[in-house]
């Protein structure tokens, strides 16, 4: 599950198709459609004039959802798994490739035998797979550095059973403050210190 906040999300939509006019009192959104020309030559073979013609079209914004998003009763799928969820990749929320330009930060501070790199890497590549730019860190140093960089839109914190220092708890109410969405993972006392 990633969170991405209403906020984030409007500012990426913002900044690709909607021009936002703001007067004293009444703020404005217009929305701005691209437009593609595309020019056509055709020659005609019984003269040797050439004519030109000039199409302007509108181009239709990238969904992010696939088709089958809020029913939750899919009778048409070819496979199910054990829970009765259809599997295949047109039944995920997002559509593969939907979400470039958004960028997550991994904060992994509690590692074991069974939550290594190699089990990271699993959700870090489907991730991917949906367009999404992931940076895995495994220090707070490291996620400070990052998350000043104003690169990310999404922060998730995989907490341990060591006390966060106040300067990394000030740099993710930084982050939140300026619209980031922190996504925090916790377990059973002592792994919930960066949580608290």
């Known amino acids: 599950m990633v969170a991405v906040t209403r906020a984030t999300l409007a500012r990426q939509l913002k900044s690709s198709e909607i021009k936002t006019s703001t007067s004293r009192s009444i703020r404005k959104k217009v929305i701005k459609k691209k437009k593609r020309t595309i020019k056509q030559c055709t020659v005609l073979s019984s003269s ?25 009763d899919i009778n048409d799928a070819l496979a199910y798994d054990r829970y009765y969820n259809p599997i295949g990749r047109e039944y995920d929320l997002g559509r593969d490739g939907a979400f470039m330009g958004f960028n997550i930060l991994i904060a992994q501070f509690y590692t074991d035998f069974q939550f290594n790199d190699a089990a990271m890497q699993i959700p870090i590549d489907e991730l991917k797979i949906k367009g999404f730019q992931v940076k895995l860190v495994k220090t707070e140093d490291e996620c400070m550095k990052e998350l000043s960089s104003n690169h990310y839109q999404v922060a998730w914190i995989i907490s341990s059973n060591s006390n966060p220092n106040l300067e990394f708890t000030s740099s993710l109410i930084n982050f939140h403050s300026n619209g980031g ?14 949580c608290k």
Request: net charge neutral; hydrophobic share 35%; proline share 5%.
């Open 48 to 72: 040797t004039t050439k004519t030109s013609t000039t199409t302007t079209t509108t181009s239709v914004p990238i969904q992010a959802y696939n088709e089958v998003v809020g029913k939750s």
């Open 181 to 194: 969405a922190i996504f925090l993972f916790a377990d059973n006392t002592p792994l919930c210190m960066s």
